[in-house]
């Protein structure tokens, strides 16, 4: 399977632990991003890497959120200190980076889905 | 603010109709539009659009952007049960970052 690979598929945590999500770009791709969906809603932009350089982080991203991509290829997302409401599907997606006019084409991984009880 | 809005939110309908979906948009800088199917997992990629008044078509879907009045249509010909998903529709109004902005997504239920 080439496509983008998130690891685990589901968590269940404390509140107050810490949890960490791997994604696997698809391999050639330069760009990665993180996304969160909640019930019912479409994904949220909370940040995006170019190789490894980290070029922007949402507002919805707090300090408990770091992410990193170390060797421009996967990324882990942690949150610190989980809590409640940190609960979400939260989506990796990977793209090679288009031209100025025609923009990427993103491709989804299967998502983690966090439950922080 | 940016925003991209979807409508319906739902939608039921037997199989054979036609569907029709609609994603709105308020962005600063317009890249390109897209359109994904979401089935309780990822979403999978349908069409991309930067152009206005061009038709993408994939089998019984199609897809069509104006730019001038700033939105989209998806349309579903023959609906089969298997169309049964959310349909997002996110536009890149980034300043070449790619950050998507979704909207909430369309549910469909297609019946037998």
């Known amino acids: 399977d080439t496509g983008v690979s998130q690891d685990p598929r589901h968590k269940i945590t404390k509140r107050g632990q810490n949890v960490t999500f791997r994604c696997d770009p698809i391999?050639?791709?330069?760009?990665l991003y993180w996304y969160r969906q909640t019930l019912g809603q479409g994904p949220e932009f909370l940040t995006y890497?170019?190789?490894?350089?980290?070029?922007?982080k949402s507002r919805l991203l707090s300090d408990r959120f770091s992410a990193e991509r170390p060797k421009g290829s996967f990324s882990t997302l942690e949150i610190q200190r989980t809590e409640q409401g940190d609960s979400a599907m939260y989506l990796c997606?990977?793209?090679?980076?288009?031209?100025?006019?025609?923009?990427?084409?993103?491709?989804f991984g299967p998502g983690t889905r966090l439950t922080v009880l | 603010e940016d925003k991209v809005v979807q409508s319906p939110l739902s939608l039921v309908v037997h199989e054979g109709d036609t569907v029709t979906l609609n994603c709105s948009y308020e962005?600063?800088?317009?890249?390109?539009l897209l359109w994904y199917k979401q089935e309780k997992k990822a979403p999978t990629f349908l069409f991309m659009l930067?152009?206005?008044?061009i038709e993408k078509k994939s089998g019984r879907l199609s897809s069509i952007l104006d730019k001038k009045e700033l939105f989209s249509i998806l349309n579903i010909t023959a609906t089969q049960t298997g169309d049964s998903a959310v349909y997002l529709c996110?536009?890149?109004?980034?300043?070449?970052?790619?950050?998507?902005?979704f909207g909430q997504g369309t549910t469909l239920q297609v019946k037998p």
């Open positions: 930067t152009s206005s008044g």
């Open positions: 997606a990977s793209s090679l980076r288009g031209t100025m006019l025609s923009g990427d084409t993103q491709y």
């Open positions: 890497f170019q190789n490894e350089a980290q070029l922007e």
């Open positions: 996110a536009v890149d109004g980034s300043s070449n970052t790619g950050k998507l902005i």
């Open positions: 962005v600063t800088n317009f890249r390109s």
């Open positions: 391999s050639e791709h330069n760009r």
